[in-house]
């Protein structure tokens, strides 16, 4: 089982940045592919970035252009920058392995004025 510990979120207002990390657990880490997913109130929860451990990079059309995904294998850790944020960009924001597997606690974003 990988534990994956998600901190970097906050309230922000429209048009500001956040940097999310999440830390992996274990030893294996530069093998994984990995994800960055959320989950706004009363949604399913969505992929909306991932990084192959060969560093290939994709997005959802909803984040393209303003969020990148990024990761140090030294740390265990993989980033999400995100910039020009929207309030629906509000949500619970979790890593996980893609597909996924396990899942921490989150953490949220609030996009607000």
């Known amino acids: 089982q990988v534990q994956f510990v998600e901190s970097g979120g906050g309230l922000v207002q429209p048009g500001g940045s956040l940097r999310l990390s999440c830390a992996a657990s274990?030893?294996?880490?530069?093998?994984?592919?990995m994800g960055w997913y959320r989950q706004a109130p009363g949604k399913q929860r969505e992929l909306v970035a991932s990084?192959?451990?060969?560093?290939?990079?994709n997005y959802a059309d909803a984040v393209k252009g303003r969020f990148t995904i990024s990761r140090d294998n030294s740390k265990n850790t993989v980033y999400l920058q995100m910039n020009s944020l929207k309030p629906e960009d509000t949500a619970v924001y979790y890593c996980?392995?893609?597909?996924?597997?396990?899942w921490g606690p989150g953490t949220q974003v609030t996009v607000s004025s």
């Open positions: 990084i192959t451990n060969t560093l290939r990079t």
């Open positions: 996980s392995r893609n597909p996924a597997t396990d």
């Open positions: 274990g030893s294996v880490f530069r093998f994984y592919n």
